[in-house]
């Protein structure tokens, strides 16, 4: 153990045998039903967690209920202070969760601190909206009356998250709904429990030693059946769900059938535009973390390259050389670069996908595989690889959660964006050029249809202050920054007559 992590596993609270529902400081004894959680990266158990059942689920929802009595009467700005707190809880602890993150999920140690900053920076971004949950006023048009808006809570958000960003997520999501008025009841992935379980201790301690009442923090381990429990609950006003287009259309659904709300964050199929006019090192730095980062699981990924056919062999040779020198092996390790992919399964549809693009008629231009002997024990380690391919192939319409990337050609600029365009998903996408023509012309109107259009950066590792998320199959939601706090409250409009008449608006007459 020589990266500490039994050291940082005590240190966050995580014992060898873990409850699986909590409503903050309080963990309950739910079914007999424990999963194990090992680490992708050695392939050793990490801990077991109970899955929790449909009576204790009901328990959390009902003490969640009435935690939110009290939590709403609690003034904006003060609420805003706990998160605070929270924040800095997580600035304590920064070094052990990044770990714990890294060592569960496969992630690099850098890519595990930078999620945990993620945290802490939308908290002081949720401290300072505390304050500024703005509504707008209106001139009525009728004489002595007054028209303005306010926001108010909704009540119970439910949180169901993936494994790839096992914290951030819940935290966009919980420090607004927090500032808001809003509890949270969060489903991590089972895929990384262990995580969830090391930020619920975390944060239900602030709310503790605030006295503030057990279920405004819940957390629930289980898997799909949890989250049908949360999509077809109707004490459940709002769901914020990211994972798979596939979980979504089914959280949507049944979300919608109770005319419920959704905010989704789903699958991508990010692509770079590089242009003959590109900063070409720039160009393949943007692509190759782009594409390796995270060793391919981040729903920002770049899966497509859209390439001008003058710097189309340029792309591929330097690109080929980059991967040349990547370093697969355990996340925790500084010097490595890649590591492994969450599971067996996460191994097969890799494999899956590298046999389907040959089988459509794509070409090797960086071979695939799997990587066996020491350090790779696991056997979820895989090596990045890269194939020439055509846009309209059906594995490249689909989002393979793995280090796997497609080379295609283009002419013309109205062309590269038809391809960027040309696919079911619609989260992220960038271009590289220093032409400004080309640049305006991918962030025009007529330009990217994602959520997420950038010029000169890579495809991933959004800020925090903007809104997060996109459209078409990856939902339509936006989590995190600018205004995406509206979605976790609800609009009421106030007309006020301090008039002694009362007139009707539009001018009807009505008189008896
Ligand atoms: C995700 O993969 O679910 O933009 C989120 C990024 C990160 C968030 C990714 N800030 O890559």
Redesign the pocket.
């Known amino acids: 153990d020589h990266f500490g992590i039994q050291e940082s596993l005590k240190k966050l609270g995580i014992q060898p045998k873990n409850l699986g529902a909590s409503t903050g400081v309080n963990w309950q004894e739910s079914g007999e039903t424990f999963i194990s959680s090992y680490s992708p990266a050695d392939g050793k158990l990490i801990a077991e967690v109970q899955l929790a059942n449909k009576d204790s689920y009901d328990a959390l929802i009902e003490q969640a209920q009435k935690a939110f009595i009290q939590w709403r009467k609690v003034p904006a700005p003060q609420r805003g202070e706990i998160v605070r707190e929270i924040g800095n809880a997580l600035r304590e602890v920064k070094a052990d969760l990044g770990k714990l993150v890294s060592y569960e999920m496969g992630k690099s140690y850098q890519e595990g601190l930078g999620e945990v900053q993620?945290m802490i920076d939308i908290c002081d971004f949720a401290v300072g909206l505390s304050r500024q949950l703005y509504g707008l006023t209106m001139h009525s048009e009728r004489p002595g009356h007054r028209m303005y808006e306010q926001w108010h809570p909704l009540g119970i958000v439910g949180i169901i998250s993936?494994f790839?960003?096992p914290v951030?997520?819940w935290s966009w999501n919980a420090a607004l709904a927090w500032v808001c008025g809003d509890v949270c009841l969060w489903k991590p992935s089972e895929k990384a429990p262990l995580s969830g379980i090391a930020c619920q201790k975390i944060a239900s301690a602030v709310f503790a030693k605030h006295g503030m009442p057990e279920g405004i923090c819940s957390l629930i381990i289980g898997d799909y059946k949890v989250g049908e429990m949360i999509s077809h609950d109707p004490r459940v006003p709002l769901v914020s769900a990211?994972g798979s287009t596939r979980m979504g259309k089914l959280v949507g659904q049944a979300v919608g059938s109770r005319l419920g709300r959704s905010l989704l964050?789903l699958g991508g199929n990010n692509a770079i535009i590089i242009t003959a006019e590109a900063d070409m090192d720039m160009a393949i730095r943007g692509a190759l973390f782009g594409a390796v980062g995270t060793a391919g699981q981040?729903?920002?990924s770049t899966r497509r390259l859209i390439i001008h056919s003058s710097v189309f062999e340029e792309v591929k040779t330097r690109l080929a050389n980059a991967y040349s020198k990547l370093v697969i092996g355990n996340p925790l390790d500084e010097k490595n670069h890649v590591g492994p992919l969450i599971d067996q399964d996460a191994v097969n549809m890799y494999l899956a996908a590298t046999k389907k693009v040959m089988e459509e008629g794509g070409k090797v231009v960086v071979e695939g595989g799997v990587l066996k002997g020491e350090g790779y024990e696991s056997g979820c380690y895989v090596k990045p690889a890269i194939y020439e391919a055509e846009n309209h192939y059906q594995i490249v319409q689909h989002e393979t959660f793995a280090p796997i990337l497609y080379l295609i050609k283009y002419e013309t600029i109205e062309e590269a964006i038809a391809i960027q365009n040309g696919v079911p998903q619609g989260l992220s996408s960038a271009i590289m050029t220093l032409n400004m023509r080309e640049a305006e012309a991918f962030l025009s109107v007529a330009g990217s249809d994602c959520g997420i259009a950038n010029v000169n950066i890579g495809t991933?590792?959004?800020e925090i202050g903007g809104a997060?998320g996109g459209e078409k199959e990856t939902g339509g939601g936006r989590e995190s920054g600018s205004d995406a706090w509206k979605a976790y409250m609800r609009r009421q409009t106030n007309t006020i007559n301090y008039s002694s008449e009362l007139p009707l608006a539009q001018g009807i007459k009505f008189d008896i």
């Open positions: 993620e993936a790839n960003f951030a997520v990211t964050e981040r729903c920002t991933s590792g959004a997060f």
